[in-house]
């Protein structure tokens, strides 16, 4: 961490905790877009997670922070309701001094303070298939939780976050630019999206024409935005609550598929490791039904596995739109991170095209 970087999150701790209690301040996780830090305390007090907000990403701040005050005070209600503990299973946003759930500093920083889960572990790939089973269920349940949230109280806080049309407009659009001449490294990239671009649009199509329903969705289940339970292995917590928008199911569905069920990292540089595990599929595939508790409609089953390609191809893109535009979006450790990152996605993609007819297979096993 820079001098300047602990300077701006002392003084940010310094607008929500006592002064003199921080022990530590440390960056913390894997996220792409905000900054993420844990914060040790002294005795009697409880470890914290400090986040500054993106705003390059998250232009509302506003929206942002009361989408996410709104939420998480929905799901602490219900989850006192159903007997749960709410300290450990919805995130809990500290109060700064002011009174305010997020702290603008001098500088327009935006910065939120919330409890660290204490016992809980968080898996950037799946280490035991059980645990992606268990996501499935929680992002299933999650989806049925946020059933009766009233939508039109949520803003929008990236719009046309998972429009892949509008994704794929904006890829044309850094190519034609191409600012940095990086669009002649990448025509095998090009070329695989380009032939999938009519069928790009067809999730959305169908939500135009009322085909698929439009829910009140996650937008970001990866399986490193779920706590679990150290103690008891159970999944304990869905994070990342920035994104929560009116959007299709499939998509949830989609993108924890796309992130969790590939045998590789997001980031492997061999692509020759990128496959979709069948057996993880279908995991996760079981879990996300039995959640979901029979709340999907039967247009929606049958088009999970789509769900599952779009998001895939549908980053691929963005990561790919990113390293022609210069990285300026995802946070990257090195100049082609994002290159890497859509050729696993494309990888992937193309492996889900070789196993359809399983992938459409498992989802009529589990359809309940
Ligand atoms: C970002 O913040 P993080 O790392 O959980 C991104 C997702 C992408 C993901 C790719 C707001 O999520 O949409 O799928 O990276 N979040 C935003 O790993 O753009
Ligand atoms: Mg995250």
Redesign the pocket.
């Known amino acids: 961490m820079t001098g300047s970087e602990r300077e701006q999150t002392q003084r940010a701790l310094n607008a929500f905790l006592p002064e003199g209690v921080v022990v530590s301040c440390e960056r913390f996780g894997?996220?792409?877009?905000?900054d993420t830090y844990l914060v040790e305390c002294a005795e009697g007090y409880p470890r914290y997670v400090l986040q500054r907000i993106?705003q390059g990403?998250?232009h509302n701040l506003d929206a942002l922070n009361g989408n996410v005050e709104k939420i998480t005070a929905f799901l602490r209600k219900k989850i006192i309701a159903q007997g749960g503990d709410p300290d450990r299973e919805t995130l809990n946003l500290i109060p700064a001094k002011d009174g305010r759930k997020n702290y603008v500093d001098g500088d327009g920083q935006c910065w939120r303070l919330v409890l660290y889960i204490e016992d809980s572990v968080c898996y950037e790939q799946v280490e035991k298939p059980e645990d992606f089973y268990l996501s499935g269920k929680a992002f299933g349940y999650f989806q049925r939780m946020l059933a009766d949230y009233p939508a039109e109280t949520l803003v929008e806080?990236?719009p046309h976050?998972?429009d892949t049309p509008s994704r794929l407009t904006a890829l044309w659009h850094a190519v034609s630019e191409d600012r940095y001449g990086y669009a002649g490294q990448v025509p095998v990239e090009l070329e695989f999206v380009k032939a999938r671009e009519k069928e790009c649009h067809t999730a959305m199509d169908m939500l135009a024409k009322g085909e698929l329903p439009l829910r009140v969705t996650h937008?970001?289940t990866?399986l490193?935005?779920i706590m679990f339970d150290a103690r008891t292995g159970d999944a304990l917590c869905v994070?990342?609550l920035?994104?929560i928008m009116p959007g299709l199911s499939i998509f949830d569905f989609g993108?924890a598929i796309?992130?969790g069920a590939n045998t590789a990292l997001?980031d492997e540089k061999d692509v020759s490791k990128v496959f979709l595990s069948l057996e993880l599929y279908e995991m996760f595939t079981k879990g996300f039904l039995e959640g979901c508790q029979g709340s999907l409609t039967d247009e929606e089953i049958h088009m999970l596995p789509m769900g599952a390609k779009l998001?895939t191809m549908e980053?691929g893109i963005?990561?790919l739109t990113d390293y022609l535009e210069g990285s300026v979006?995802?946070?990257t450790d090195y100049s082609e991170h994002n290159l890497v990152?859509a050729r696993t996605q494309f990888a992937l993609a193309a492996d889900m095209e070789r196993k359809w007819k399983a992938m459409t297979d498992i989802v009529e096993k589990y359809r309940v």
């Open positions: 894997n996220g792409h877009i905000n993106n990403v998250f806080t990236i976050f998972h937008n970001d990866k490193n935005n994070l990342d920035d994104t993108d796309r992130f997001e998001m980053c963005r990561f979006y995802f946070h990152r």
